[in-house]
């Protein structure tokens, strides 16, 4: 029964681990690393800890760490969108304040005629 569980857990953390690098490479890859690198840099120092533990055979701390890498990832793509969508509207607001006001039509008597 020992070995059920051990495998489970290898398994778990397996799969874990592949979901936290792949986060971690579409974070990348949206450059969210480069706007927040303290997020990104714990998601990368957290997979690489979750590889390590589970190297070892240490399933439920790979969990942990992979969990921990996961939600580091995201939070960077996360805090990306938030800037990028806080920008846009500011950039809106900003054109809304900027553009020129209408010219009034003109009816001049010869283009009454």
């Given at each position: 029964m020992?070995?059920?569980?051990?495998?489970?857990?290898?398994?778990?953390?397996?799969?874990?681990?592949?979901?936290?690098t792949a986060a971690v490479e579409r974070a990348a890859k949206s450059g969210a690393g480069e706007e927040f690198p303290y997020e990104m840099t714990l998601a990368q120092a957290y997979l690489a800890k979750a590889r390590e533990e589970s190297s070892e055979a240490q399933y439920q701390d790979a969990l942990r760490f992979a969990r921990l890498s996961l939600e580091n990832a995201e939070r960077a793509v996360e805090l990306q969108r938030e800037r990028r969508l806080s920008s846009s509207v500011v950039e809106?607001?900003?054109?809304?304040?900027?553009?020129?006001?209408?010219?009034?039509?003109?009816?001049?008597p010869e283009a009454a005629q």
């Open positions: 020992m070995f059920v569980a051990a495998g489970c857990a290898s398994a778990a953390a397996a799969v874990r681990t592949s979901r936290a809106e607001e900003a054109a809304k304040k900027t553009a020129p006001a209408p010219t009034p039509a003109v009816v001049t």
